[in-house]
């Protein structure tokens, strides 16, 4: 097990040894689990998305990066970007979601996994200057809490809705592209966790690669100190024990179990904003070809950070050749 002096009044390691985590389970589905996110994947394929391009922004690493807005469910306009090669035509598409900072810019997720590769880069709702939402807190450990009280209000419903309307955007910015294959999907942390409630259900996409991935097994989280936006929900739950129901439908590691796709997971030995135990009960209940690749943290800087990065993205490269390439 890595060891790493750090400040925290707990230990981001939490006692399991890599054999520890790699049997951690995934909770049972909740009655209707499978029906509450189908109707919500069916009611955001039928936006109209209307999407607009934005000025060129920059160009680098390969592609043209623009500034983009489309329409998500509720009729809320939202923001990111789109990352289009700067020669050559369209072969792959790619939706990317981000952490919970939010999103200031495309920063390293260019360059894309495959040459030829266009991708949507969104900002969920309440996340960063683009896709601001009147009410929705766009701090973490206060975002993380709107409108927790109900399945139906929870906001992280409409974020994993935000990436299907991105979705629905790329094939309509990019002619075409429906027609050359599937779509691939990368997150990390937040948008690790939101890409796994979100690709299960959606057959445009036929590969994906989660990063240290958020909110699985939410029984096992409430347990669990850390620095992230998890420990807002822990210290919520200890007034508001009925919460505990409403989290079993935004289970990550729940919806890991119907993810069939083929998946990289990148999972962290110690982290101390999203607790590994967590990460890895993702990875575990998958229900198709998987991946592994250890890091030996997460969401914390240490001498083996530069290259523990170079090889996640060496990893992804080759994970997506190998499914998507053609």
């Known amino acids: 097990m890595p060891s790493f002096v750090h400040g925290f009044p707990f230990d981001p390691s939490y006692g399991r040894t890599l054999d520890d985590l790699s049997v951690i389970p995934a909770p049972p589905a909740p009655d209707g689990f499978a029906d509450f996110w189908r109707a919500r994947h069916e009611a955001a394929r039928t936006v109209a998305t209307e999407p607009e391009i934005g000025p060129l922004e920059e160009e680098r690493d390969g592609v043209r990066i623009h500034g983009v807005t489309f329409t998500s469910v509720g009729g809320e306009r939202r923001g990111g970007w789109l990352a289009l090669p700067a020669d050559g035509p369209v072969r792959h598409g790619f939706v990317i979601g981000h952490g919970y900072g939010g999103r200031q810019g495309p920063g390293p997720d260019v360059p894309l996994p495959l040459p030829g590769a266009a991708a949507i880069l969104p900002c969920v709702r309440g996340m960063g200057a683009r896709s601001p939402v009147a009410g929705v807190p766009d701090a973490a450990d206060a975002h993380v809490l709107h409108g927790i009280e109900s399945r139906e209000t929870y906001v992280i419903g409409d974020c994993v809705a935000d990436l299907w309307c991105a979705a629905s955007a790329l094939h309509e910015l990019v002619p075409g592209l429906a027609a050359a294959g599937p779509l691939g999907y990368l997150g990390e942390s937040f948008g690790g966790g939101l890409g796994a409630l979100a690709v299960p259900w959606d057959d ?123």
């Open 204 to 326: 445009r996409f036929g590969a994906a690669q989660l990063t240290v991935p958020t909110f699985g097994n939410h029984p096992l989280r409430l347990t669990l100190p850390c620095a992230g936006s998890g420990e807002s929900v822990r210290r919520y739950r200890r007034e508001h024990p009925g919460v505990t129901e409403v989290l079993r439908y935004f289970d990550a590691a729940t919806a890991a179990g119907f993810l069939e796709l083929p998946t990289l997971v990148a999972a962290a030995l110690f982290d101390p904003s999203v607790p590994p135990p967590g990460q890895f009960a993702v990875y575990n209940a998958l229900a198709g070809e998987r991946e592994l690749l250890v890091l030996s943290a997460g969401h914390f800087e240490h001498a083996g950070t530069v290259a523990e990065t170079a090889g996640l993205v060496a990893g992804r490269q080759r994970f997506f050749a190998r499914w998507l390439g053609r």
